[in-house]
């Protein structure tokens, strides 16, 4: 038997979103989300990114390092599937799996010194990231793949569904302010809860945010305070 592989990190991701609430579930489906890929300092060089400009979208092979220990359990329940329903963990994307890696497909934005400033991020701040790979369309965009279950586009409200009051928008600013739409364009509540009068809250971009459900899908903003520095 070859000698188990020992993973390192090369860099560490910064985000937008301090805690795993929030966190959308898939890369991609939040554009305003922005982070800086910076490497350790022994993946610095320039010559490490050397070609990457010729790529749009890179994958972040990451680690799921706010998990509790995998419990061993063989099947997970998707929120995709009502959060009822039993898949097998290597049937799912779960990030509760005997080894705690994700995947990432993000936009490059552009090559810094040492950072990779990036869109489209699905990882809370602090995600260590253990190797990075470029995007190649002509052999991993498969137009004849299916996925059953799972193949739909997740639902997501208009952005107009998202109230905040003029307040409270000019409290976060308007960068802030598309990143709330967008993130609150997803449900993010788990998918076995529905008690409409619930607040929930997310720590995003420096703010602690409170929201709740309307009716008709819709979601409003009902207060912000800023998080300690």
């Not at 936009?107 to 253990?130: K, N, S």
């Not at 967008?182 to 929930?200: H, K």
């Amino acid at each position: 038997m070859s000698a188990l592989l020992s993973l390192r990190p090369v860099a560490t991701l910064r985000t937008p979103f301090a805690e795993k609430f929030g966190v959308p579930r898939q890369s991609g489906f939040i554009p305003e989300a922005e982070g800086r890929v910076e490497f350790l300092p022994e993946f610095s060089a320039p010559d490490f990114v050397r070609g990457l400009t010729a790529f749009s979208h890179i994958w972040l092979v990451t680690g799921f390092h706010q998990n509790p220990p995998w419990t061993g359990a063989a099947t997970v329940r998707p929120p995709r599937l009502g959060g009822n329903e039993r898949v097998g963990v290597f049937a799912s994307r779960a990030p509760n799996r005997p080894n705690g890696l994700g995947l990432s497909l993000v936009r490059l934005l552009a090559i810094e010194d040492g950072v990779l400033r990036v869109a489209g991020i699905d990882a809370v701040e602090g995600t260590p990231v253990y190797d990075i790979k470029p995007y190649l369309p002509w052999c991993e965009a498969r137009t004849e793949a299916t996925s059953d279950w799972s193949q739909s586009t997740p639902f997501a409200r208009e952005e107009t569904a998202v109230q905040l009051t003029p307040e409270i928008a000019a409290l976060l600013g308007e960068t802030t302010v598309r990143l709330v739409r967008q993130v609150l364009r997803l449900d993010l509540q788990p998918a076995y809860q529905d008690e409409p009068e619930r607040i929930y809250g997310m720590a995003l971009a420096g703010w602690n945010i409170s929201w709740r459900a309307l009716p008709d899908n819709a979601v409003e903003v009902i207060s912000v305070t800023r998080l300690p520095s």
